[in-house]
């Protein structure tokens, strides 16, 4: 095992498959073939002497020789950047948080989480980014964010089977709600009844296997009529807006609906609930993470109201 000659690219890449999941991705990522990304693997698995990633039909994973060498060598690229900045005159970044977040929470709680914490703590400061929740785990296993918004449904289990198992804390746990038409018949009253959704048209996101967003309700009794697909939630809103279907929804997303658009509770089935979780590694946060964490918990805490996710 000589690790002398592993070089900062290969290092680079090899966070980037272990982020994006995939080499193909990864590869996209960095602007390089998958050839290169192939042959940068496996260089750095040469020298570990030992399979870093398992390749999976569905993409890769860490072995646990790769998790050491994941935990490692985010130090030292973090380290070949803050180097690069200081050498610049770019202020040090040990004020800067990475957060992570699932597309429901930049409707409010991000934004207004950010706005409190510029007027508490204008010196933390945060680089955010969207994502789903898979490729959010990714990106906190691969050391790429600190913190993650994550969405997770029943059985709430633990996001990932990955070690060490992360810190997790419940910032909200309500129910899914559904944006209808305000000129559709089940938008007459306060809630919809489960079997008014038969035979209905839905708005749902793109399905990817792990990454399928919402959309359709969950266990809905028949095989849904899917005739628009989008991933922006406001699209999708906007779509229920010009009469084109229903779409499942947080009720956070109610202050975003457009005009023409009613989010509405679900009733006579079981109630389908939804967490939404912070999720960091295992290791003690920074002051900066510390005083952010507080920020979208305060945030979360003061919009928990009946029917908001």
Known sequence: MDFTDVSLTALRVF?????????TAAAASLDYTQSAVSRQIASIERAAGAKLLERRRDGVRLTSAGQI??????????????????????PDAGGTVRLGWVPVTGAGLVPRALCALQRSDP?????????TTPALLRALRAGSIDLALLASAPPFRAPDAESPPLVLQTLAERPLCLAVPATHPLARGDYVDVVGLRGQ?????????????????PGLDERPEIVHTARDWLAKLHLVAAGCGLTTV?????????PGVRI??????PQELRRLLLARLPQ???????????????VALNSDSPGDQ
Do not use: C, K, Y
């Not at 973090?78 to 050498?87: G, Q, S, Y």
């Open 15 to 23: 966070r980037a498959v272990a982020e994006q999941g995939t080499f």
């Open 69 to 90: 060498v994941m935990r490692r060598a985010t130090v030292v690229v973090d380290e070949i950047d803050a180097t690069a900045r200081e050498l610049s005159g770019t």
């Open 123 to 131: 010196g933390v400061h945060v680089v955010s980014r969207e994502g």
């Open 201 to 217: 048209r839905w708005i749902a996101g793109p399905s990817s296997g792990a990454d399928q967003l919402m959309g359709v309700w």
């Open 250 to 258: 947080s009720a956070a997303l109610a202050e975003a609906a457009p």
């Open 264 to 269: 509405l509770p679900v009733r006579g089935g």
């Open 284 to 298: 003690p946060p920074t002051e900066p993470q510390r005083r952010l964490a507080a920020a979208l918990r305060a």
